[in-house]
């Protein structure tokens, strides 16, 4: 089982760096991996689960979090009272994205982040994905609201940017009127 430990913090300069494509087959290592992270982030989200074993609730993982320097993200998404959906992606890039942007009311957070940061981080209200599953067959994801911005938040990742890095230092509501809070 993963453990809070296991995810790198900000300090870690392996969250800067830009992840590397994955080929195919994926090896029995990565597909491991993806199963941990699917672990943590559904058992996350279960208040008796999260407790127990200490986890921070999160939606989504991106490898580099683990170091992992590789280009696949898992979200999971409470769609209803303890109902989730998986989603796996390989190589994942936005394909189209809103004009429209909004932002999470109450600030985004981070697995990786372990500080409490004020702002609003400008997000596309709706995003198209493409990637890969975990056998190689290509699939496209139509996301939107709080599942859109999760997936722009991981595929950050890839890249080596921070939630953080999108908010203006001086005025860090200044989007508030703006775009839409969600
Ligand atoms: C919120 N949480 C996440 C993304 C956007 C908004 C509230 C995911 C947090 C987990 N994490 O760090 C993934 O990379
Ligand atoms: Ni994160």
């Known amino acids: 089982m993963l453990k809070t430990k296991d995810i790198l913090d900000e300090k870690n300069k392996l969250l800067r760096t830009i992840s590397e494509e994955v080929t195919f087959p994926l090896s029995d290592k990565d597909k491991k991996t993806i199963d941990l992270m699917v672990e943590y982030l559904t058992n996350s989200q279960i208040d008796e689960l999260a407790g127990k074993y200490n986890l921070r609730p999160g939606m989504g993982m991106a490898a580099i979090q683990l170091g992992i320097k590789k280009r696949y993200i898992t979200i999971v998404h409470e769609v209803e009272e303890g109902v989730f959906d998986t989603y796996i992606v390989i190589n994942p890039k936005i394909v189209s994205s809103s004009e429209e942007k909004i ?47 999760v997936f722009q938040h991981e595929i950050d990742h890839l890249n080596g940017i921070l939630f953080t890095d999108h908010i203006d230092s001086k005025n860090p509501f200044k989007y508030q009127n703006i775009y839409r809070s969600i």
């Open 103 to 149: 932002y999470v009311e109450d600030g985004e957070g981070c697995l990786s982040v372990n500080r409490e940061v004020i702002g609003i981080v400008p997000r596309s209200a709706r995003v198209t994905v493409e990637g890969f599953d975990i056998d190689g067959k290509k699939i496209r994801i139509r996301a939107r609201e709080e599942l859109a911005i």
